[in-house]
């Protein structure tokens, strides 16, 4: 889902979750029995929904935009797969379902993406044609301001078809969130038999399990955007015109949706929606993984004075107490890393991701 209502209160709210030193700590297994029950009928009502959304940077800006997990619903689900499929390996099931909502999720941020480049190149030259017009009052006035393709069409396309079948986008990400690796042998087939009871924006995602025929889906997805933005402008026909005949003549761009092509210029953020104080401490890792090591490296230089040196396998902090922490080489900052400077420094993880300038 890329917007909700349900959960637009808790994305304004919930811009970054404590990390290990707060909050209590639940068994998963216990805490997934617990609200399995009211996570399968959530599930059935509103399909994917109902475990994680992308909530668009166009709609919840920079600071609360990104892949929600509700995570009650979360390890309900997982508890209810585990017991249709009668398996002891509850971490390969929570780590199924996780890749499962990030393929999922990151195809909402390649639609948004998709339609952000579009917006960039619709509107250029759009001021300096209204620096021309401006001799010309009348002229100016009926020259229409630029469209956002994202808002036009979640508004004329998104929002009406939702959650029928006729959500192409919906079906898409539900696709390719149950293609790819699963560690757990029968998990496809125990997903995609609870999509079953779900609304058709989920249920239908089979017309799109192929190669083929996702291609092709997403280029009908990528007409359906150009459409909205541009319907009903006058100013904006030829461009139209130009867009939907190259789209019949030749492949619309459309970008690559996975997390490594997507999280090039820093990460698409994870959060969590939580509506108790009690809940597992799976997901504070996620938190720490929206970082980049290199920024989270310039942190520890400015707030702590401390060295990065190279030499041997890794290269290491260095701190000026004579602390050395090795470390490897990774786009974001793995979760371990905040613990050991913590102790290195005897402080606390909440006080490392202060220095890094995240709020736990």
């Known amino acids: 889902?890329?917007?909700?209502?349900?959960?637009?209160?808790?994305?304004?709210?919930?811009?970054?979750?404590?990390?290990?030193?707060?909050?209590?700590?639940?068994?998963?297994?216990?805490?997934?029995?617990?609200?399995?029950?009211?996570?399968?009928?959530?599930?059935?009502?509103?399909?994917?929904?109902?475990?994680?959304?992308?909530?668009p940077i166009h709609f919840f800006g920079s600071t609360a935009w990104g892949i929600y997990i509700n995570e009650p619903v979360f390890f309900g689900i997982c508890g209810e797969l585990a017991e249709q499929l009668g398996v002891s390996n509850w971490d390969g099931i929570r780590n199924d379902l996780l890749a499962s909502l990030g393929r999922h999720e990151l195809f909402h941020a390649g639609v948004e993406l998709f339609a952000l480049v579009m917006e960039d190149f619709s509107t250029l030259g759009h001021g300096e044609a209204r620096f021309q017009l401006s001799k010309w009052p009348d002229a100016l006035e009926s020259w229409p301001e630029p469209v956002c393709p994202e808002r036009a069409y979640f508004a004329k396309e998104?929002?009406?078809?939702?959650?029928?079948?006729?959500?192409?986008?919906?079906?898409?990400?539900?696709?390719?969130?149950?293609?790819?690796?699963?560690?757990?042998?029968g998990f496809r087939r125990a997903?995609?038999?609870?999509?079953?009871?779900?609304?058709?924006?989920?249920?239908?995602?089979?017309?799109?399990?192929?190669?083929?025929?996702?291609l092709k889906g997403m280029q009908d997805l990528a007409h359906k955007v150009v459409v909205a933005a541009f319907q009903n402008e006058s100013a904006m026909r030829n461009f139209k015109a130009i867009a939907l005949s190259l789209w019949a003549a030749s492949e619309l761009w459309f970008p690559n949706t996975s997390s490594r092509a997507l999280d090039i210029f820093g990460p698409v953020p994870w959060r969590i929606y939580r509506p108790h104080r009690l809940r597992p401490r799976r997901f504070a890792q996620l938190i720490v993984a929206n970082l980049r090591l290199?920024?989270?490296?310039?942190?520890?230089?400015?707030?702590?004075?401390?060295?990065?040196?190279?030499?041997?396998?890794?290269?290491?902090?260095?701190?000026?107490?004579?602390?050395?922490?090795?470390?490897?080489t990774t786009r974001t900052v793995p979760a371990y890393l905040v613990g050991q400077v913590a102790n290195a420094l005897e402080i606390s993880r909440r006080d490392v991701l202060s220095a890094c300038g995240i709020s736990p």
């Open 1 to 55: 889902m890329r917007n909700s209502d349900e959960f637009e209160v808790a994305a304004a709210e919930v811009a970054q979750d404590d990390v290990g030193d707060l909050a209590p700590a639940v068994d998963e297994r216990e805490y997934g029995a617990q609200h399995r029950d009211d996570a399968v009928k959530s599930f059935a009502a509103v399909g994917v929904e109902a475990i994680a959304f992308f909530a």
């Open 158 to 185: 998104y929002r009406t078809t939702f959650p029928g079948d006729g959500c192409i986008e919906e079906q898409l990400a539900t696709a390719i969130g149950l293609s790819g690796r699963f560690r757990t042998r």
């Open 191 to 214: 997903f995609a038999d609870r999509l079953a009871g779900c609304p058709p924006a989920y249920a239908n995602w089979k017309r799109y399990q192929h190669a083929q025929s996702k």
């Open 294 to 328: 290199r920024d989270f490296l310039n942190a520890m230089k400015r707030q702590f004075h401390a060295g990065v040196r190279g030499g041997g396998k890794h290269q290491a902090l260095v701190f000026p107490n004579g602390k050395k922490i090795p470390f490897a």
